[in-house]
């Protein structure tokens, strides 16, 4: 084998996921819901103006201004993603927050273990790399149980990182 062909094995991930925040509503539904909002707050309001309280229909346009705010958020927040790579040579873990800053943290494969916090009520709480006395939480976005999928899938990636490349499949 040639030494090209073992540098591109090592690196070769055995594990690469992206982990972002669930978020049940796409820009598609927020227009519709924005749309039957501003809908409801605009005939609900028009009985106030026709009796003179017209300041009614201010509030009602402040609901509507809030409910904004409040998706404009949850979708900035959306942005934020981790992504854990493992080669033989490194697991490589970045996370980038909703503001874009990013923290990387990189380890050896062969010291760095998988930390768990179960709870028998909820399952997986809490993952950790650890490596060398550092310890870095993963997979805080998932749910315990797709947490504990994560972890499986992860521990293996990390076993078989260990065992080093595979110079078959080149």
């Known amino acids: 084998m040639r030494g090209d062909d073992a540098s591109a094995a090592a690196e070769r991930p055995v594990f690469d996921a992206t ?13 519709l819901v924005m749309t039957l909002v501003c809908l409801a707050s605009i005939v609900s309001s028009i009985p106030f103006v026709v009796l003179g309280a017209w300041p009614v229909a201010g509030f009602f346009g402040l609901d509507v201004i809030a409910l904004f705010i409040a998706f404009h958020v949850n979708f900035r927040h959306a942005r934020a993603f981790e992504r854990i790579v493992v080669t033989p ?81 080149v």
């Not at 669930?22 to 227009?31: A, K």
């Not at 310890?135 to 990390?158: C, M, N, T, Y």
Request: hydrophobic letters at 40%; proline letters at 4%; zero cysteines.
């Open 19 to 31: 982990i972002t925040p669930h978020r049940s509503l796409g820009q598609n539904g927020f227009r």
């Open 89 to 169: 040579l490194e697991v490589l873990l970045r996370k980038v927050s909703h503001h874009g800053n990013e923290a990387v943290w990189r380890s050896n494969p062969a010291w760095t273990k998988l930390e768990r916090q179960d709870d028998e009520d909820y399952g997986l709480l809490r993952l950790s790399l650890v490596s060398r006395g550092k310890s870095v939480a993963v997979a805080a976005a998932l749910s315990p149980h797709e947490r504990e999928g994560f972890a499986d899938a992860l521990g293996a990636a990390l076993a078989s990182a260990r065992r080093g490349p595979d110079f078959g499949a």
